[in-house]
């Protein structure tokens, strides 16, 4: 099969590492020819381009961009392609992409492999990096059941853990677990940036260990992917942050009013509930396919 990849970063450069492994030709697209260039040397594509026009033979593309540039590149893109090609993409939001994209192109997939790294680029791109990680797909009455078909297929063969939803399933779900925390983990470096004698901020920057790179993490990561979760998945973004105020404030009353019981217990059910949202894969996909 041959393979489009538009966006040779961490995501684009990893699938492109690993389609190449399992037999399929690859041809990237990427802003800048240095990128593809670096792309074939390290093995994520065969050929390297800067112009969409390249992917014109291609059986499948990746739109592998950052969200606010998905839309505008398909536009650019479709027509060099044939009716035939599937086109789906990997971002972290599905409603407004399939949303925007599927009007132009019904035989488009919204999908979501759900791994990365802090790093972003193709210099950190690796192989069998969805292996045993969530790849959702997020199909609407519309979509060609081949088209999916074909994504699980690939995904499978990734070696991810195909799962099946709508849209805006996904965009719930995702906000709690990843759009949240990418908020919550920079509200927590804010807060500490905003100790206001400089002798303390200092004395806990010099401290900060395991527990605060654990929780700061996300927070601290690509600025440019926490504002498009934001931007693009607003509502739902909204719905998690105000719960989580709701539960910020019942801590601190519970701590305010020396509620010592009432907050182990709360703690105790933090403690046994952890172990079920970071399982180390997820469960079967049970949606039909």
């Avoid at 390297?48 to 390249?54: K, N, R």
């Avoid at 210099?123 to 790849?135: K, N, S, T």
């Avoid at 797909?137 to 939803?165: D, G, K, M, S």
């Avoid at 395991?210 to 719905?239: I, K, Q, W």
């Amino acid at each position: 099969m041959k393979i489009g990849i538009v966006g040779l970063g961490l995501i684009g450069g990893s699938l492109g590492l690993d389609f190449r492994r399992l037999g399929h030709q690859v041809l990237g697209v990427a802003r800048r020819a240095a990128t593809g260039e670096a792309a074939i040397a390290c093995g994520a594509v065969d050929q390297a381009s800067t112009e969409l026009q390249s992917l014109q033979a291609a059986d499948i593309v990746f739109l592998c961009t950052p969200i606010h540039m998905i839309e505008a590149i398909s536009i650019d893109l479709i027509p060099h392609l044939s009716p035939q090609t599937i086109l789906t993409d990997v971002g972290s939001v599905k409603g407004a992409i399939v949303d925007a994209v599927t009007p132009h192109w019904p035989n488009f997939v919204g999908g979501h492999p759900m791994a990365g790294k802090t790093e972003v680029g193709i210099a950190v791109a690796e192989p069998h990096l969805f292996a045993q990680r969530a790849y959702v797909i997020t199909p609407v009455a519309t979509t060609p059941t081949t088209a999916v078909a074909v994504l699980r297929e690939l995904a499978t063969a990734l070696q991810a853990q195909v799962l099946t939803c709508t849209p805006a399933q996904h965009d719930r779900a995702v906000a709690w677990i990843s759009h949240l925390p990418v908020m919550i983990s920079g509200s927590l470096i804010q807060a500490c940036l905003n100790e206001p004698d400089a002798h303390i901020r200092k004395l806990a920057e010099s401290l900060a260990s395991s527990g605060f790179c654990d929780t700061s993490r996300v927070g601290g990561g690509h600025p440019e992917l926490g504002l498009m979760m934001a931007r693009y998945n607003r509502d739902e973004v909204l719905r998690s942050l105000q719960a989580y105020q709701q539960e910020i404030q019942q801590l601190t009353t519970l701590v305010a009013t020396d509620q010592w019981a009432a907050l182990a217990a709360r703690l105790t059910e933090n403690h046994q509930a952890r172990s079920r949202f970071i399982q180390s894969t997820p469960e079967p996909d049970t949606a039909a396919p």
